[in-house]
């Protein structure tokens, strides 16, 4: 394959990962409207409500849409790479009843059962969120299945697009129904459960958006069809490979959101054992459920944008056995999460307190005491992204049950340093924090001795992991140094907090480029990529080195 196919299919992909970022950001800023006020309005207290619902949700959503838009990605991506249309539509068409099956059962689990959940969570007053939130259930499979055929034919903006609803009627529904909820009865049960009904509500706009999106492309899928090659595929082998990629991802990928249930389970247990009161106990997990974890979240949408639009590549490439371009898009896909990623671990650790009060005015009590968790929290970041990525690239060419093994090492480590931590009253809820990070790390250090071992690909230490670490950390010093002069200089912690994260951009950026951390190939695939290429030449800032 020649250089310019290499540098189309790495373009190709670049920009799937940016069309998901984009609107990853977009969704993540919705979202932003919906969490902040309703920290402000219902506290940490409120928040252990809904910090019930959400793990227990998410670990059912995840069996329901992880393993399955991942499998339904690659094999359509296969499929579609040699020509054969018809059966990469089959693969969308199995998926959908299977989907339909998984999405009953986890609304009849999440409905029925949320007292049982409720209760055992030490947190009674979370049962009213999990029926609310249920319904989401019946719905967001199908959503995954449309976005995971979609995703195998590397089209992301049904995806982002359909994000994007689903955070906007999320915040409508949601906020509306917790404020009047609040106004009426001053529940803070009833609130909670009213801003958990927001995540149906979304996930029936996405299916609308998208069920209108595949309508409208039927005459292409046609023509598609019209050219296809022939090649019968029995039912039964497209049902049988779906199960053999996607039970093993689904596991691994349900493993995180059982991290969180595990927190759920063991904190505030562990927390009320060591002589913290249910009150205490209850705002300290409220901390880390409603204060942390959407920040920690924000740097995600773009790493999971890499992840995602990873998938469908190395499949392509492994599937036309083109060693090249497969080893090009691992190489990419990981330098792109560490040159995002760095940055917002170093900018939430030097910005954590300005952050949490800016976003949380309203409850400056619990943000200061979030603070430490945050950072923390934070360290786990770079992480976090390395273990997915990596766990991508093994699903991407046929492995995806070593990504299991591997995070099922890591959560029993997260147990263990969880259960002994939180019972130091020292460390309380930062226990749990330290022992995500020790998790992710853990991990992604096993999935990457996995990826080098199968695929043979050479990662460059420093220039994918040490440059942009250190423009990182310069941009971390410029952006405290920046806030401490303008708090001093104007006595406002919004604008200094703001202005500083403006700055920190154009310090990253020029730091990105003073490192080197860009060869000629990145800087191409960018925007006016020529004439960027031409400037940093021009002023030597372009890494030329093989």
Known sequence: MSKIQHSEHGAKFVKGAAILSITGIIAKVFGAFFRIPLNNWIGAAGMSYYGVAYPIYSFFLIIATAGLP??????????????????????????????????VFGFIVCYFGADIIAAHSKNPGGAASLRAIAPALLTAPIVASFRGYSQGQQQMMPTGASEVIEQLMRVFAGLGLAYMFLSSSRDLTKAAAGATFGASAGSIAALILLLVVYIVGGKERK??????????????????????IA?????????????????????MRRLQATG???????????????????LIGFPQVFTIAVAVSLVPAISSAFVREDMVGLHKNIQTGIKTSMIISFPCMIGLIALARPILFLLYPGQPEDSALAVPTLQVLSLGIVCLSILRTF??????????????VNLSIGVICKFIITYILVGIPAFNINGAAAGNVAAYGITAILNYRAMHKLTGTNINIVGTFVKPAVAALVMGAGAHGSYVLIYKLLGSNSLATLAAMIIAVFIYVAAVFVTKCLGPEEILMMPKGEKLLRLTNKFHLTNNSK
């Open 391 to 404: 766990s991508s690239v093994l699903q991407g060419i046929g492995k995806p049950a070593i990504p299991v």
């Open 247 to 267: 039970v093993p991802i689904t596991i691994g990928s349900a493993i995180l959101p059982f991290m969180m249930i595990v927190d759920l389970w063991l904190v």
């Open 276 to 294: 913290w009161t249910h009150h205490q106990s209850k705002q300290l997990y409220g901390l880390i459920s409603g204060f942390c974890d959407p």
């Open 70 to 103: 991942v499998a339904i990605s690659k094999m359509v991506s296969e499929r579609v790479a040699i020509g054969d249309y018809i059966n990469a539509h089959r693969v969308y068409k199995v998926s959908l009843h299977i989907m339909f099956a998984i999405g």
């Open 223 to 244: 023509l598609h069809f019209q050219k296809s090659i022939h090649k019968d595929e029995p039912t039964k082998s497209i049902f049988s490979q779906l199960l053999k």
